[in-house]
Every structure is written in C-alpha cells, then in structure tokens.
C-alpha cells in the first residue's frame, strides 16, 4: 500500500522553488501532469516526483468570452483556454498566454503551436501558465 502524501502541498512547494513536478510511471514510464497518483497509461501505483521540461505543443484553443472567463484569472489576461500536450506525453486542458481574440485566426492556422510552461506570481500562491514560444 503506498503511502500518501499531500501531493499538493508539494506541487506548491515545489512551484516556490521554481520547480513543476509531475509524476512519471515507475512501471511504463508514463507521465502525469498536474501530478495524479495513478498512471493512466498502465495503471501503476509506483509514481515518483519528476521536473517536467515545461516545453509542449498547443493543439486547440478556445477564446474566453465574459461567460466563460472566470473573474480571478483577470490578473492573466489575455489568454485562451488551450489543449497542451507536453513534450512528456500527457496532455491538460490549460490557461495559453499569447493567443487571444485579437490573433485567434491567425494562430488557429498555424496550430500546433510550440508553448513552454511558466510559473507565476498569483495572488497569495504561484501556479502554472503556458506561454507561446516563437521560433
Ligand atoms: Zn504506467
């Protein structure tokens, strides 16, 4: 039986730190990010803490409107709702600095585009954006 842990005290910790830890799978090798006990690739229960590169790809994107924008992400505008893959594997659906309804055709064209994760400065806590890479 493993034993558990505050799995999110430690992802914050870590992020004051300047680190994003994911998971990766003892068993496969599969990744989880944000960090979830169990591999959804194989099942295992044998996940160990391990520094994501941040470097992946957005593979669609929608654009917030005053409904669907929640009003304590104002701080991180503008932004769009994104599906990121990352260079690790797994995939979340993701606040994506750098595309927005002013550029939303123009980068609709060009996805995927390449997107690299940052930590910021929220209020009272950090947490996890991506941002688009030029290249
Ligand atoms: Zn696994």
Request: proline share 6%; hydrophobic share 35%; aromatic share 8%.
């Amino acid at each position: 039986m493993r034993k558990l842990e505050p799995v999110v005290k430690k992802w914050y910790d870590a992020l004051d730190e300047d680190k994003m830890l994911g998971f990766k799978c003892q068993r496969c090798g599969a990744w989880e990010f944000p960090p979830v006990y169990c591999c959804n690739n194989c099942s295992g229960t044998d996940m160990q803490w391990a520094e994501i590169s941040g470097k992946g790809r957005l593979l669609d994107f929608v654009c917030t409107s005053p409904i669907s924008d929640h009003p304590e992400n104002t701080d991180l505008k503008p932004y769009c709702l994104g599906s990121v893959e990352l260079a690790e594997g797994p995939s979340l659906y993701a606040i994506v600095q750098g595309v927005s309804k002013k550029n939303k055709k123009e980068m609709n064209a060009k996805l995927p585009i390449s997107v690299k994760a940052e930590i910021v400065q929220r209020d009272g806590f950090r947490s996890v954006v991506f941002r688009v890479v030029d290249e």
